[in-house]
């Protein structure tokens, strides 16, 4: 019986192997079609409008990260950083998550925010940011994930046929018990496996239609050249008193040294004075 539930089980595996090679195109072409509208949404300027008659289809599924270097005064990087993640928690320009956020003080304070938001909020936020020209630096970056979305909606489509077929058999009431034991194993793993294959598009769908940005605030540069001649100046005393420190010990450690040496040396050179008047006489 084994031998023929496992004869039963190769062919459905063939079966569903076949389906899932007839499919292939098919789900090829739909994932190309949708390619274009997910790809659209995830530009920077995506402001819902149509493509241009004349634009190219890339096939492309973008997820976009921004990185921003903002510049200001010190005193404003804490009220600045606020304003940002304030108008992201309210969603003042559209579903936006903080994801990450870090602040230091001191003569160099500085601060990090991080968060994912629509594409239609990413140029506001970046506004509100650096209001008054105060961005230094800024850079963009997609990751083409057209491929591996392919690929996720493949290996579900084969998943869940296969998963369909061993239900089916399992519903067989010529089975035995040790056949109902390995249907329900392989099963099971079949349905984590099913898990993770959605989890993970999810997860790209989420970097496809919304993006992640990273403010960097950081004092101006001339605010940090003051701060670093400023830091110099109160730094002189404790040079100094860290030279003199130094000097002390050395001169405690070699004074034992020298009092061991000095007398050493004193009869070293009587004993060839003494000599030397000697051969002289």
């Not at 149509?50 to 510049?71: F, I, W």
């Not at 940090?224 to 450690?253: K, N, Q, T, Y």
Request: charged share 25%.
């Amino acid at each position: 019986m084994a031998y023929g539930l496992a004869k039963r089980l190769l062919a459905a595996t063939l079966a569903v192997g076949l389906l899932g090679a007839c499919s292939k195109h098919n789900a090829a072409t739909m994932e190309e079609s949708a390619a274009v509208p997910m790809a659209d949404l995830s530009k920077p300027d995506a402001g819902g409008s149509a493509p241009s008659p004349g634009k190219a289809d890339l096939g492309v599924l973008l997820a976009y990260e921004h990185r921003v270097q903002v510049r200001l005064p010190g005193e404003r990087i804490a009220t600045q950083m606020q304003a940002v993640r304030a108008a992201c928690d309210l969603g003042k320009f559209g579903a936006c998550a903080v994801l990450d956020m870090s602040q230091s003080g001191g003569d160099f304070p500085s601060a990090m925010l991080q968060l994912r938001v629509v594409p239609a909020g990413v140029e506001p936020l970046v506004a509100l940011a650096g209001k008054g020209e105060e961005i230094s630096d800024r850079s963009i970056q997609a990751d083409d994930l057209a491929t591996a979305v392919r690929d996720n909606a493949m290996l579900r489509d084969r998943l869940q046929r296969e998963h369909a077929r061993l239900l089916e058999f399992q519903q067989r009431q010529d089975l035995k018990i040790a056949d109902v034991l390995t249907l329900s194993n392989r099963i099971a793993e079949l349905e984590a496996q099913l898990q993770g294959a959605q989890q993970e598009a999810a997860q790209q769908q989420r970097r496809i239609s919304t993006q992640l940005v990273t403010f960097d605030f950081e004092t101006t540069r001339s605010q940090a050249s003051r701060s670093e001649i400023g830091e110099a100046f109160r730094d002189f005393g404790g040079i100094v008193a860290a030279v003199i420190a130094f000097l002390i010990r050395a001169f405690a450690v070699l004074l034992p040294l020298l009092a061991v040496l000095l007398p050493l040396v004193w009869l070293i050179r009587r004993t060839l004075r003494n000599r030397r008047k000697a051969r002289g006489g």
